[in-house]
DNA sequence: ACATCCATGTTGCCAGTGTCAACATGGATG
DNA sequence: CATCCATGTTGACACTGGCAACATGGATGT
């Protein structure tokens, strides 16, 4: 179900480790608590949503007091800042994937990548509302946050560039281009989950072939003039 | 202070009115604080943003006790609906003036709504993540919210076709056509409200310019075929 | 070996929030 | 004039984010 789970399984706070010559059963420090605390707070994002999550609840999940997470993280802002910057790795890990999936093809690639970003989306609707809600401060106060999105998006930009090359994409601004590519399928990817597709639509629709018709409506774009 | 002034000045509980003419059913002590709590919680949320709006910071504004707004909404996520609505309204209105400057020019049409659409996002960030973030349900719960959103994506279905019958848009499924258009512009308008273009973007783009080029391999997108 | 430090975790508290129950008010209706 | 009921108020509750003060125990230097 989750995209990345964590490495370390959540262990529930009443649970004992397993660890048998340890005689005290739970340890007053921690593993690595940061790591749980993320994890758990990502869970539990997605379990409801950005709204109902709360730093005391995620401090229950992890078996620990409420101001613990206080230790790893500065506030909840930095907590969700935590959440979103991992949404952003992994996008740009999905976006590698895809070019590294269909080498000298920049077409397919970009066809690749819409659908992982779509899925991507899908499988983690709330915190993609994080990483592009504007909950979030959007100014410079998580340089951190933006360094993912930038490489992404020179990845992207990097496709368009060899389409060109290629002869498949027209010439032309490969800045716009890039950030008309993004712009398809990142609004699809909001639309379908925001459920405002299937309540729109007259015709329930299938979300891998209009995934698909996207992306060809956008090549065609892009190979156009 | 506040933007939009309700036209009828705020009364204390204790405050009588001179009861003059009065011919339309115009109710009770205060003023309609139905629509007085709505324009106010719609001020609120675009200085900050949902995470900080509170119904009690609401209440304040307009003057009366934190517990008013349950007179007239069933609870906080009600009036969050009703915040949503009028911009789900707003947003159709918006269309359909695009489609009326332009008579008989589809691809006008669809270039102006593309325009508009952006603007009425920058102008409202947050209403508009209200309307699409996932904060609210999106299953049945609250089936007036869709209805605006359903008038409108058919008027841009209608687009789609007129053009399709001039010949500027090649034949196919409306549907995917106007969720190709949609989902460009919806993407492009998060994107800008979300930081994420002038953060990643190597340059600072201009808004109009980019609403252009991106509207513009849209439209090269649909003639193509 | 031992004393010390300090990163980590805990308890207790505070203001602020959404929401419910009980009460107050006053215009509309008989 | 009596009554009702929509509207508005007060007070309370559980919950939240966050601060301060305290507790613990692994790492460190001697």
Redesign the pocket.
């Known amino acids: 179900m989750d995209v990345y789970d964590p490495p370390m399984t959540v262990q529930t706070a009443t649970e004992k480790r397993p660890a048998a010559e340890q005689s005290?059963p739970k340890?007053?420090?921690?593993?690595?608590?940061?790591r749980q605390i993320l994890c758990a707070a990502r869970d539990l994002l997605e379990e409801n949503n950005i709204a109902?999550?709360?730093?005391?609840?995620?401090?229950k999940k992890v078996?620990?007091?409420?101001?613990?997470p206080?230790?790893?993280f500065?506030?909840?802002?930095s907590?969700l800042v935590g959440i979103a910057g991992e949404g952003f790795k992994e996008m740009t890990a999905q976006l590698n994937e895809a070019v590294e999936l269909h080498p000298d093809n920049p077409r397919a690639q970009l066809q690749e990548a819409g659908h992982r970003y779509v899925k991507l989306v899908a499988e983690n609707p709330q915190c993609v509302q994080l990483m592009f809600g504007g909950i979030l401060p959007c100014d410079d106060t998580y340089p951190e946050l933006h360094e993912s999105g930038d490489i992404a998006f020179t990845a992207l930009k990097t496709i368009i560039e060899d389409g060109q090359n290629a002869g498949m994409f027209k010439k032309g601004d490969v800045e716009l281009m890039a950030l008309s590519a993004w712009s398809s399928i990142h609004g699809l990817s909001l639309l379908l989950i925001s459920g405002s597709i299937n309540e729109t639509a007259s015709a329930p629709v299938e979300t891998h072939a209009l995934t698909t018709a996207i992306t060809v409506t956008l090549l065609e774009g892009l190979n156009a003039g």
Chains 1, 2 share one sequence.
């Open positions: 005290p340890p007053y420090h921690h593993g690595d608590l940061h109902s999550l709360s730093l005391r609840a995620v401090a078996g620990v007091s409420h101001t613990a206080y230790r790893h500065k506030d909840k802002e907590l």
